[in-house]
């Protein structure tokens, strides 16, 4: 609920991470933090702390993150600002055209740099397998780790997609043995089913 555009609460994170049986949890909410920092200490397992942002070029995400990081920075300063804090720069949903993926042209100049450490090959919102496809191949030319998301904006989408992969120790570790890992998922875009809440006014930090 710490994003503008969902309203998923502390309670019900934490009940579908139980339903789901995830060992880790990365929650990347738009621009802000707090709602993973505060999660980190009461959710049923582990979370790695992330943030979604935006460039003027489209989105990346940052893993193992200890402070936010401002949107509207460039691609490269905000893959550099990532990585100022030892995170791992992620790529959600390339090639998406119904989503604010990053643009081709700014994802090469990114990759070409040594600044992606991680492509989503996998997003259960991508409707069309081919996009997906198209992501995976771009890892291998660039012999990134492969990634895969659930995307979840409401609680039930939780654990639509995920990477199967041994135990890791910090962002250096994660990487490795994400290389090694086994994405898992499908396409998930169910409704979410309606029920009336109130939701309280958040500061984004």
């Known amino acids: ?4 555009d969902s309203t998923t609460t502390p309670e019900e994170v934490h009940e579908a991470v139980t339903e789901a049986g995830l060992d880790v949890l ?11 920092t505060e999660l980190a200490a009461t959710l049923p397992c582990r979370v790695i702390v992330g943030e979604e942002m935006r460039t003027h070029a489209g989105e990346i995400i940052g893993l193992f993150l200890t402070e936010r990081i401002p949107h509207g920075l460039s691609p490269t300063a905000s893959a550099e ?8 720069v992620y790529i959600p949903h390339p090639f998406d055209p119904m989503r604010r993926n990053l643009a081709e042209p700014a994802l090469r100049e ?19 397998r081919s996009l997906n496809e198209r992501a995976a191949h771009f890892a291998g030319e660039f012999a990134l780790a492969a990634g895969a998301g659930s995307d979840a904006h409401v609680p039930l989408a939780i654990g639509a997609a995920f990477v199967e992969m041994p135990d890791f120790d910090g962002p250096t570790d994660f990487l490795a043995k ?3 890992g086994r994405v898992v998922g499908h396409h998930w875009d169910e409704h979410r089913p309606w029920k009336p809440r109130v939701l309280p006014s958040l500061p984004n930090d």
């Open 110 to 128: 990114l990759a070409e740099a040594g600044l992606v450490d991680a492509v989503e090959v996998l997003n259960a919102k991508t409707s069309l």
């Open 178 to 180: 994400l290389r090694d």
């Open 26 to 36: 990365c929650i990347t909410d738009h621009h802000a933090i707090r709602g993973a």
């Open 81 to 88: 600002a990532i990585r100022g804090q030892g995170g791992v």
């Open 1 to 4: 609920m710490w994003s503008g």
